[in-house]
């Protein structure tokens, strides 16, 4: 435990709407420069919320059904996911406390 778990189409039911946790997914791509910016507070969160929240991040060159899913539109997108259910959505770079602070209001 302890890190962001790569998620696809595969696996995203039993690893995201099936968990009893909360889960954060960061929607991401290589090639997107403000993702790389998220992902380092992204796996820090991880690391942090072990035990308590679960994060998640999804390639959505690899998984473009599941980016078709959830509407994202541009990334980095994260969602929230509470019961199976997607309950807050942000866009784009936002400063970590930000994130902790919406992924903490689900716990």
Known sequence: MGHAIAVNAANFESEVLKSPLPV????WAE??????????MVEEIAVEMAGKAK???????????????????SIPTLIIFK?????????????????????????
Not at 31 to 40: S, T
């Open 83 to 107: 019961n199976g259910k997607p309950v807050d959505q942000m866009v784009g770079a936002l400063p970590k406390t930000k994130l902790l602070e919406k992924l903490k209001a689900q716990l």
């Open 24 to 27: 954060l997914v960061d929607f």
């Open 55 to 73: 994060v998640c991040k999804v390639n959505i060159d690899e998984a473009q059904d599941l980016a078709a899913d959830f509407n994202v539109m």
């Open 31 to 40: 090639w997107c420069g403000p993702c790389r910016m998220v992902l380092p």
